[in-house]
Nanobody
């Protein structure tokens, strides 16, 4: 298993930026595809972005395209989510997750999850 810890959340105003980090420990980080998910009140835990093991492919939910960027640094065992032009509807708990299988937007394809970091965007 791999252990994941998210950080970087906070309370910001609409239009501001945040960068979330997810630090991994345990098994080899480069063996995992990585995803960012978010869970807002009244909604399901939904995909935000994914990145493959060597960062050769990325994909985003339609609601964040052009505003968010996922990246990873395998030497530092860390995946990032750069969030620009934040909107109140981005308010949620953000989770990172690791998958040993194919890259996917499905929650059940991920083997390990962090505890989440809170992002709150005021208008």
């Amino acid at each position: 298993q791999v252990q994941l810890v998210e950080s970087g959340g906070g309370l910001v105003q609409a239009g501001d930026s945040l960068r979330l980090s997810c630090s991994a420990s345990g098994r080899t980080f480069s063996d995992y595809n990585m995803g960012w998910f978010r869970h807002a009140p009244g909604n399901e835990r939904d995909i935000v972005a994914v990145v493959t093991k060597s960062a050769g492919y990325t994909a985003y939910a339609a609601s964040v395209k052009g505003r968010f960027t996922i990246s990873r640094d395998n030497a530092r065992n860390t995946v990032y989510l750069q969030m620009n032009s934040l909107k109140p509807e981005d308010t949620a708990i953000y989770y990172c997750a690791a998958a040993r299988g194919v890259v996917s937007s499905r929650r059940d394809r991920y083997d390990n999850w962090g505890q989440g970091t809170q992002v709150a965007v005021s208008s």
